[in-house]
């Protein structure tokens, strides 16, 4: 918990402020990130397989402006909290590995993230009760053909006018391997993120290099819906993958949705510095982030991207009060609800470490597995203050009742808001993916006790700053910006209409491309597929 230290000036001067991102962290199934807290009265997440809990959460999150940017305010403000929308999390697998292996045992009875439903279904229903609120939905690379998913991704977008954000993942879990390969085995995490490389090119060729963007004419006197001469196949002959095409959608409005991503392994880091426009990051501390923040902006940098159209968030669960002592009782009632036996399950399934065989009060920097005596020794040092600095098995699960991990604040809309200003200011952070202790408390708190004091700081906006416009409009604060920003690989793909390029567009999804395949050789030193292979 943070107190004090306040830091309003983060840029120094009278630079343009950093915008941050406020995103409600979800995922269809209930407790989420706080195993065993749907037995809580107050708790209504188990209530994720109606549409009408899921269309009152986005109406809530809307009026409260959990949206993506802000419009200018003081430019002598040096940080200004915006809010995005609904970040939605997946899994395609059980938590297996405590007490394992392959026993899910712990997670169906305790409910950690078990049952969980498919994420994109209930989008279009949210999307129709609300005008400008954007949707990250995770999708796994790994286990569907690139042409089925760049239809849906396209359909979803279209229903949405825009508002639609991807998350790529590569999937990790066994559990999910095991149902989803027809008994081959998951590839390794390196090979993961090669596939997904060529993934990414297939899926950008089909949204913005198969069809032109004027090609759709509905010229109802001379019979015309498309035209046919602009829409073409792709031809794309892989490593991985045989796509002729063409797209089956015409250009949806952002064609290619909002890229995010999780990952910061090495592999992970270069996949998030050329494709992601959000990344999604959990630690307890903000220096444990700042050193993988600061190489994915300067890889970014090397590709020919701006740093700043990266937009980092980290998980953030505020316990809020309007005293410091009632902040701390809600925080004791909520724990005292937390499962145990489920909150391993997610650790297990997180770190692939079994803490199965370790005593509750055995401190674990002491234990013989190299592999938790090097995560316990990462945590002491950001997080010192824990028990004393004795992490044991207990306290690693009492951590991860409330909040899972990550930060977890305790206290006044001024003690959390304080932190979030240390996060943004040492771990180089663009905004937060609240988690939620329980649904839908924990975000109406935000909205009615911190976001007040956000505004009162001059740090919060009233209103989103393009009503009604896509998800890449409102992250990235430009009216008519659609379409990922130049420098972007997907941005360089896009077969415009002359008219377009008439207007100053820097491409047309044809140069440097013949059906979508690059013919310009890149500088061998820049390639993310050597960086993801080496």
Do not use: C
């Given at each position: 918990m943070a107190v004090g230290n306040r830091v309003r000036f983060v840029n120094g001067g009278d630079k343009k402020p950093k915008r941050l991102i406020l995103n409600a962290f979800v995922e269809s199934c209930s407790g989420?990130?706080?195993?065993?807290?749907?037995?809580?009265?107050?708790?209504?997440?188990?209530?994720?397989?109606?549409?009408?809990?899921?269309?009152?959460l986005a109406k809530l999150l809307e009026a409260g402006k959990f949206q993506y940017e802000l419009c200018d305010l003081d430019w002598k403000s040096m940080v200004l909290i915006t809010a995005s929308g609904m970040f939605i999390a997946d899994v395609l697998g059980g938590y297996d590995v405590y007490g394992g292996p392959k026993n899910l045992t712990p997670a169906i009875q305790s409910g950690a993230q078990w049952p969980v439903n498919e994420p994109l279904a209930m989008v279009s229903a949210m999307a129709a009760a609300t005008e400008s609120l954007g949707f990250g939905i995770t999708i796994s690379s790994s286990y569907e053909q690139p042409y089925h998913l760049a239809r849906r991704m396209s359909t979803i977008d279209h229903l949405s006018s825009g508002r639609v954000g991807w998350n790529v993942v590569t999937g990790y879990l066994d559990s999910a391997a095991r149902n989803l390969t027809n008994g081959a085995s998951q590839a390794e995490h390196d090979e993961r993120y090669a596939m997904c490389?060529?993934?990414?090119?297939?899926?950008?060729k089909l949204w913005n290099s198969s069809w032109r963007s004027d090609a759709v004419k509905l010229d109802r006197k001379a019979g015309i819906y498309t035209d046919p001469t602009l829409v073409r196949e792709i031809n794309h002959e892989g490593k991985y993958f045989n796509v002729p095409g063409p797209h089956f959608c015409q250009p949806s409005p952002q064609?290619?949705?909002?890229?995010?991503?999780?990952?910061?392994?090495?592999?992970?880091?270069?996949?998030?510095?050329?494709?992601?426009?959000?990344?999604?990051v959990s630690a307890h501390s903000p220096a444990a982030v700042a050193k993988s923040i600061a190489d994915i902006r300067e890889q970014a940098v090397k590709l020919g991207r701006d740093p700043s159209n990266i937009k980092f968030l980290a998980k953030f669960c505020p316990i809020l009060g309007r005293t410091q002592e009632e902040a701390e009782a809600k925080y004791a009632d909520y724990v005292q609800y937390g499962d145990y036996e489920g909150a391993l399950a997610l650790f297990g399934g997180w770190t692939g470490v079994d803490m199965a065989p370790y005593k509750d009060d055995e401190e674990l920097r002491y234990v013989d597995s190299n592999a938790i005596?090097?995560?316990?020794?990462?945590?002491?040092?950001?997080?010192?203050?824990?028990?004393?600095?004795?992490?044991?098995?207990?306290?690693?699960?009492e951590h991860i009742m409330v909040g899972g991990l990550g930060a977890t604040c305790v206290g006044t809309p001024d003690v959390v808001a304080d932190e979030m200003e240390r996060w943004v200011r040492e771990g180089d952070v663009d905004g937060f993916n609240i988690a939620y202790a329980i649904m839908p408390a924990t975000f109406q708190d935000t909205i009615e006790l911190l976001i007040p004091e956000l505004q009162r700081r001059g740090i919060f906006w009233d209103d989103f700053h393009v009503p009604g416009g896509t998800y890449r409009e409102n992250l990235f604060e430009l009216k008519g910006q659609h379409e990922p920003l130049?420098?972007?690989?997907?941005?360089?793909?896009?077969?415009?209409?002359?008219?377009?390029?008439?207007?100053?567009?820097?491409?047309?999804?044809?140069?440097?491309?013949?059906?979508?395949?690059?013919?310009?050789?890149?500088?061998?030193?820049?390639?993310?597929m050597s960086m993801q292979l080496s």
């Open positions: 989420h990130q706080s195993p065993g807290l749907w037995r809580h009265p107050d708790d209504r997440s188990s209530n994720f397989n109606s549409i009408k809990h899921w269309i009152d490389e060529e993934y990414m090119e297939v899926v950008y064609r290619t949705p909002v890229i995010m991503q999780a990952g910061t392994s090495r592999a992970g880091k270069a996949f998030a510095a050329k494709h992601a426009e959000g990344i999604f005596k090097s995560y316990i020794e990462g945590l002491i040092k950001v997080a010192p203050d824990v028990n004393g600095g004795k992490w044991t098995k207990k306290t690693l699960a130049l420098g972007h690989p997907a941005e360089r793909m896009i077969w415009r209409a002359p008219k377009e390029e008439a207007r100053g567009t820097k491409t047309n999804g044809t140069n440097g491309y013949t059906n979508g395949y690059h013919y310009e050789e890149e500088d061998e030193s820049l390639d993310p």
